[in-house]
């Protein structure tokens, strides 16, 4: 599995895209070892494709673009306004609420952190943000989108690790919202060294407010009918992606009526490119996730872990370790296929519940978006907003440890993460 490695690394690092660098990574590792069918590799690849739950990934992202080309991008950016518009820092804390409210839209930080920086970079420097500030804080924003029904990283997780993708939803709704705390408090406590006013001179009427909230309440049940949904056994994890799309089709053509001809083909366009994507990433995983079963790599890691330490906390806080260390080379959504077999089981084995250990799993994993040298959430905004990354890297550690605080609340206190779950579907 070394050569494996080593071949996947050169390549990433030479600028290979990264599901063909892990597909022939993992051919590698077969041609190393020539007593394995050659066979193998095409029917792990096809095989892959064919897991049923997979359906919810396709579905969640059309049922997302709907709802983004339907007209609702707008009136979430309002109820933002309304209930941030007040606080120090202007529209980085419109930004942020955006982002938890966009949670249940999108799915996706990449998306969220893209489209974000469209609607309100341009506006942030017009308005005196340092450019590296503006684009540090819709970044880091966007970490919340995945932790919001229905997240893409919690749909990975729980197909390749046979976890409840239901509980899962509910398990990141809480820590959610911490986050969203955390970085509304980093955003007022460096705001004041731009110089940055609040948003809104006078304190929101009820009547914006009741109309912000009518405006946005279409996205706001979106992720509450999911959960009910799984919940009361309406829905597998599947059935509820066809009921997303369905949900975002009703909502822009009838109650927005912003959904038309134009908007669908963009919609279904955008949606094509973003499942092929997804989906061959997964194909040719499998090929390389061959090669860590056969040579019992989650077994060695688990031995020399639990080696060193039995305790569930050092566990977890090292399993984030080395995810944050993968991560500076590698995407969140590759971590999560590759790494989720090797370390679940370890999980397992110490004693911690699989969907705690999915929250900070996939917090961990989705935190290699923000950071260089391959973080894809920063280089979009970066990228829309032609900030250097250095400027972006020198405005971003206030936002890292609000976030990496949280982390650490969510692995010492398991209920942070559990208690929702519990509640909706039992111990």
């Known amino acids: 599995m070394t050569l494996a490695l080593v071949v996947f690394l050169v390549l990433v690092l030479i600028g290979m895209p990264v599901a063909f660098a892990i597909g ?160 509304a408090a980093a955003i007022v406590w460096s705001a004041g060294r731009h110089g940055l006013q609040p948003e809104l001179a006078h304190r ?38 066809a009921f997303a799309v369905v949900y975002a089709v009703a909502v822009g053509a009838f109650a927005y009526r912003a959904l038309g001809r134009r908007a669908l083909r963009a919609a279904l366009e955008g949606s094509m490119g973003d499942i092929g994507a997804v989906m061959f990433l997964i194909a040719l995983s499998a090929i390389f996730g061959y090669g860590i079963v056969f040579e019992r790599i989650p077994e060695l890691v688990s031995a020399a872990i639990l080696g060193a330490t039995r305790d569930p906390h050092l566990i977890l806080a090292l399993i984030v370790l080395l995810v944050l260390v993968a991560g500076t080379l590698i995407d969140g959504s590759i971590l999560i296929v590759m790494l989720t077999p090797i370390f679940l089981p370890l999980a397992r084995d110490a004693g911690i519940d699989p969907v705690h250990f999915g929250v900070v799993f996939v917090i961990a994993a989705t935190l290699s978006n923000f950071t260089p040298p391959v973080g894809s959430a920063m280089y979009a905004v970066c990228s829309i907003l032609r900030c250097p ?20 609340l969510v692995i010492a206190a398991p209920g942070v993460a559990l208690a929702l779950p519990e509640l909706l579907f039992g111990p």
């Open 24 to 183: 022939i990574a993992g051919m590698a590792f077969f041609l190393q070892h020539p007593e394995l069918p050659i066979s193998i590799p095409i029917q792990l690849t096809v095989s892959a494709t064919q897991n049923f739950a997979l359906l919810a990934i396709p579905l969640f992202i059309i049922a997302g673009n709907f709802l983004n080309h339907g007209g609702l991008t707008e009136r979430l950016l309002q109820l933002a306004l309304m209930l941030t518009g007040r606080l120090r820092g202007g529209l980085a804390q419109v930004s942020v609420a955006m982002a938890t409210l966009m949670g249940g839209v999108s799915g996706s930080c990449i998306a969220d952190a893209a489209m974000q920086s469209r609607m309100l970079g341009p506006e942030m420097v017009k308005r005196g943000f340092p450019r590296g500030y503006a684009a540090a804080v819709l970044s880091w924003g966007s970490i919340l989108t995945p932790l919001i029904p229905p997240g893409i990283g919690f749909i990975l997780y729980g197909t390749v690790g046979q976890v409840s993708i239901g509980r899962l939803f509910a398990a990141g709704v809480l820590p959610a919202l911490l986050m969203w705390a955390a970085l």
């Open 389 to 408: 990354v250095a400027e972006y890297t020198r405005a971003s550690p206030a936002f890292l440890l609000a976030i990496l605080a949280v982390t650490l």
């Open 204 to 241: 929101p009427r009820p009547r914006e407010v009741g109309r912000a909230l009518v405006g946005g309440l279409w996205a706001l049940l979106f992720p509450v009918l999911l959960l009910a949904g799984l919940r009361f056994g309406v829905f597998t994890p599947s059935e509820i992606g």
